[in-house]
């Protein structure tokens, strides 16, 4: 069976030496995804974070001082933040760090305004919604990406090297597992319709991640799961069927500990990551019973190493990545579209309709 190899894009060791012209970036959003992403950004030789936005005005300023930013924008005086920062000739490329609900209504006045952009997982909500935002972006000849980071770190680019190279044969199954207890809050991002919460559109994507890296897109899915009181998913397990008999089982749940790690089977042997699979530092080879390697692929400054795909494909003129292209974004959002409605887990995003 043939195994999927996700292209590999052409870094420097360093992720944060510089590949170009400096870009000058906006962030919107100021909750703790950005506040970790963000420092990140800053240390990029060729970035410069120009702008901040945030509802809240004093959250922008603060935000902004804190990393050295020039300019926050909050919403206020009839114009939102993001609108505010779509307006600023001052900006190249926009991260969009909101939760998942607000995704779309954000990067769309960017794209319109011709930002480049940067969505944070999971990319929309709806595979409508995607594709709405993967038309604009061809449009308006704009650089738009999901922001899955696990893709780009050596360790998960090592190990689809290993499963590429043969050594643990043709891969027929793929588990992965990824899951915590969080603290139940239903006006929380985790649990909340409105935001897009869940466990799906929360971990998902990146049990997916390894499940694509080794078999590709599936062909179909199966899923099963728990529904909380607010309506989302606190617990999904999925089951992938691939051309050829390959399986997929991933799990995500908000509601249990998990062990957070993947195993890719293949005829001849093994492959299982370190915790956690989000940004393993290597992984163990097993081949039979006697033979057992580990390989180690650290990579300081995990999130820099997607931050600098999103520079260099800008600097070069790049509209997509080769590494993350818009098709799998599309086609993973339409996936979770299908195991929504197995689940019968429904978002006020649904409503939304789209001309033609």
């Not at 607010?230 to 749940?253: I, K, N, R, W």
């Not at 003129?317 to 929504?340: C, I, K, N, Y």
């Amino acid at each position: 069976m043939a195994t999927r190899h996700v292209v590999r894009p052409p870094f420097p060791d360093d992720p944060l030496a510089a590949t170009g012209r400096t870009l000058r970036w906006g962030v919107v959003a100021t909750g703790s995804i950005a506040r970790n992403v963000t420092p990140q950004l800053v240390q990029l030789e060729d970035a410069v974070l120009h702008a901040v936005s945030s509802r809240d005005p004093a959250r922008a300023r603060a935000f902004a001082d804190d990393l050295g930013a020039s300019v926050a924008y909050g919403d206020g005086g009839g114009m939102l933040g993001y609108e505010r920062m779509a307006a600023d000739p001052d900006v190249d490329v926009v991260y969009v760090a909101t939760p998942h609900g607000q995704h779309y209504e954000v990067a769309k006045p960017l794209l319109e305004a011709g930002k480049h952009v940067l969505v944070e997982k999971a990319f929309t909500i709806t595979g409508d919604e995607a594709q709405a935002l993967v038309d604009l972006a061809s449009e308006r000849g704009v650089f738009l990406m999901e922001a899955v980071w696990t893709r780009f770190l050596p360790a998960y680019q090592r190990a689809l090297d290993v499963v590429a190279s043969g050594e643990i044969g043709d891969v027929r199954w793929v588990q992965a597992d990824l899951g915590f207890a969080a603290e139940r809050d239903p006006r929380a991002r985790l649990w909340s319709r409105e935001a897009g919460g869940g466990a799906l559109l929360d971990l998902a994507v990146y049990t997916f991640t390894w499940a694509f890296g080794a078999l590709g897109m599936p062909t179909g899915v199966h899923a099963v799961g728990t529904r909380t009181p607010e309506g989302v998913d606190g617990t999904h397990a999925l089951t992938l069927s691939y051309p050829g008999g390959g399986v997929a089982q991933l799990l995500g749940t908000l509601e249990a500990q998990a062990t957070r790690t993947a195993t890719i089977a293949g005829t001849r042997g093994t492959l299982r990551t370190f915790a956690p699979l989000t940004h393993p530092d290597g992984f163990m080879v097993m081949a039979g019973d006697d033979h057992r390697r580990e390989e180690v692929a650290p990579g300081s400054a995990p999130y820099a190493w997607m931050l600098r795909e999103v520079a260099r494909c800008v600097q070069q003129g790049l509209r997509e990545s080769p590494t993350m292209p818009l098709a799998d974004t599309v086609a993973t959002m339409r996936l979770f579209d299908s195991v929504r409605k197995q689940l019968g887990v429904t978002y006020p995003n649904d409503e939304r309709t789209f001309g033609g």
